[in-house]
């Protein structure tokens, strides 16, 4: 690890002007993604913000009858959260489907927005990754991508979005809040806020230099059974070959949103209007254009099997 600067913020606004202050800051919460990719090298900051001390922990009702969630929420304590249990269960179910218990008593919400890739490529410093180092080249790309991404991929990355919560939240049409170096505030909508990579595949948020995310809205909840369905190479504390978040409605319609298959959550409103007619129909819409790998092209009808038997269990509810 190299060596950097610490300081400890004292307000939001404050960090993010820190942050804009010095190039290659980052700042920090839990670090249980940060430290890890510190420990290799991949992310190298000569300064970290200490975030902790914000107050941005508490789980709060919105007007409207929304939630808003702090930034520094741990993922432990918004997956027991009753309000969350109750009202938004498809995001509890997907919290406690990443990582173990440990990563979530320390992971934030935060943290988890902003989870990087774990793409093998990525995590080898001897092979190119434009991720890693812009321009070098793509070694996923012809190698082995079981893991990688189907749709929304590009010529220079065929990385995926590991995290659950984010597949739940896209789902749930959640809200970003931030503060600005120049302490103006933003609400940048989840479907917005995660980037595809195209040519600029390092760029993966819509997060400004020094940008801080202090909070997670919700809308108001959503009628219907909520269902998270991860499907992986093992039982636990593995990240998602596919996943399948759903909300369905007792006339069958509903929202559907997939993990493991593109560098975003990615879900197609225009592809749940077909949710009446079963999950073939949704999944040609959902996943149209897909270019799959001989690696992974098992992906496609894995989503479609996996969503089929989610709408078979909200029939039996």
């Known amino acids: 690890m190299r060596p950097f600067t610490y300081e400890r913020a004292t307000s939001a606004a404050d960090a993010a002007a820190a942050a804009a202050r010095t190039q290659g800051a980052k700042f920090i919460a839990g670090g249980t993604n940060l430290l890890d990719l510190m420990k290799l090298e991949i992310e190298t900051p000569v300064h970290l913000i200490d975030v902790n001390g914000l107050g941005l922990d508490r789980i709060e009702r919105v007007s409207g009858g929304g939630l808003r969630i702090g930034a520094l929420v741990r993922n432990t304590d ?22 173990s218990g440990q990563l979530r008593n320390k992971a934030t919400t935060a943290g988890n927005l902003l989870q990087r890739t774990r793409c093998p490529y990525f995590y080898d410093t001897n092979l190119p990754c434009n991720k890693r180092k812009p321009g070098s080249g793509c070694a996923a790309i012809g190698g082995y991508s079981r893991q990688l991404g189907v749709i929304g991929t590009s010529d220079a990355c065929i990385a995926t979005n590991p995290s659950d919560m984010n597949v739940a939240l896209r789902l749930l049409d959640a809200q970003v809040e931030t503060v600005r170096p120049d302490g103006a505030t933003r609400a940048i909508p989840i479907a917005e806020f995660h980037l595809l990579p195209g040519s600029t595949p390092h760029v993966e948020t819509a997060l400004a230099t020094g940008e801080l995310i202090t909070a997670v809205t919700l809308p ?29 409605r007792r006339d069958g319609s509903g929202r559907v949103a997939v993990g493991g298959v593109a560098p ?27 270019k799959p790998t001989h690696h992974n092209e098992f992906k496609v009808p894995l989503v479609e099997r996996t969503l089929a038997s989610v709408m078979n269990e909200a029939r039996t509810a």
């Open 220 to 248: 108001e909840p959503l009628g219907g059974e909520h269902f998270y369905h991860k499907v992986r190479d093992r039982a636990s504390y593995a990240f998602a070959l596919i996943s399948v978040a759903a909300i369905i």
């Open 78 to 99: 918004l997956a027991a959260n009753d309000r969350v249990r109750r009202d938004y269960g498809v995001l509890s179910r997907a919290l406690l489907a990443g990582a």
């Open 264 to 290: 975003k959550p990615w879900r197609s409103e225009a592809a749940e209007g077909e949710l009446r007619r079963g999950a073939g129909p949704v999944v040609s819409q959902l996943l149209a254009g897909a």
